[in-house]
């Protein structure tokens, strides 16, 4: 899969002015392991299904998940989400995605293929695009105290930047669910099936509860409730930009200031005013 022009895809080059935007989020009792994780593995382990049957870490999976093309996916059949992102690719009025200007596009065709460089055929925002959105923009940072998790969004629109990632998290969350689900539900059908030949009583007891383990696996997935994981609040937007900070516009104004005031010294002197008249 290839990416189309992603650096100005998102946001017009006008749009120079970013906010913070930041989200808290914990694990949830099903993605903390209180459902005996490492006794469900033994159990697993030992009605030959590899260890696998714990909660297998569902909190380290869900921050994987937000970078996740499965998360991509997700987000691009959410509409309201990618006119947000895609913004300037975006017309209100027209309801549809633009297209490039025909002869600029003509022009950097012209010049790729002079190149060598391949061409792209011109496509609406799909899952590259919200891949490389998600790795570049989306930032998880850990908290090394606490199992808490902050996940956050540098964008122009801080009221868009919070239903961004509110989609991303929940997106995240939903295809942990929906992933555990079916895992508990294999699981459970193994487990039946060997019930019905199994001798051993030792073998029958760990069957026995590994369907336990799974039903309850089962009710804490169908409940409507977060699964992986749940945010302490809603995501939060500075008050203020962010970007570019106040220090840097104060000290690059100074010299485009002096580098005016000569310019404007010099027009006048061409056209022949008296510094006393100004």
Excluded at 100 to 118: C, D, H, Q, T, W
Aim: aromatic residues 8%; contains cysteine; proline residues 6%.
């Amino acid at each position: 899969i290839v990416s189309r022009d992603w650096s100005s895809d998102v946001c017009s080059s006008d749009l120079s002015y970013t906010y913070s935007v930041k989200m808290l989020v914990g694990p949830t009792k099903a993605a903390s392991g209180s459902t005996n994780s490492s006794s469900l593995s033994s159990i697993a382990s030992l009605v030959g299904l590899g260890g696998q049957g714990g909660s297998d870490n569902l909190f380290s999976l869900y921050k994987g998940a937000l970078h996740s093309p499965l998360v991509a996916a997700s987000i691009v059949r959410q509409p309201e989400i990618m006119h947000l992102i895609f913004s300037s690719r975006w017309s209100e009025a027209d309801q549809a995605w633009k297209r490039p200007n025909s002869v600029r596009r003509a022009v950097v065709v012209g010049i790729e293929r002079i190149l060598g460089i391949p061409v792209v055929p011109w496509a609406p925002p799909g899952v590259a695009d919200v891949q490389a959105f998600l790795d570049l923009d989306v930032g998880i940072t850990d908290d090394r105290r606490t199992p808490l998790l902050t996940v956050s969004l540098e964008w122009y629109d801080p009221v868009a930047a919070t239903k961004i990632l509110s989609a991303v998290h929940q997106s995240a969350d939903v295809i942990l669910r929906q992933q555990a689900l079916e895992r508990a539900e294999n699981y459970t059908n193994y487990a039946m099936r060997e019930l019905e030949t199994a001798n051993g009583l030792e073998y029958r007891q760990a069957l026995a509860a590994l369907l336990v383990q799974q039903e309850q696996q089962k009710m804490m997935a169908s409940a409507d409730l977060p699964f992986t994981s749940q945010q302490f609040g809603p995501a939060i937007a500075s008050i203020r930009p962010t970007s570019p900070p106040a220090s840097a516009l104060i000290v690059l104004s100074l010299p485009a200031g002096f580098f005016f005031a000569v310019f404007l010294l010099f027009l006048f002197q061409r056209l022949g005013w008296d510094e006393r008249e100004l």
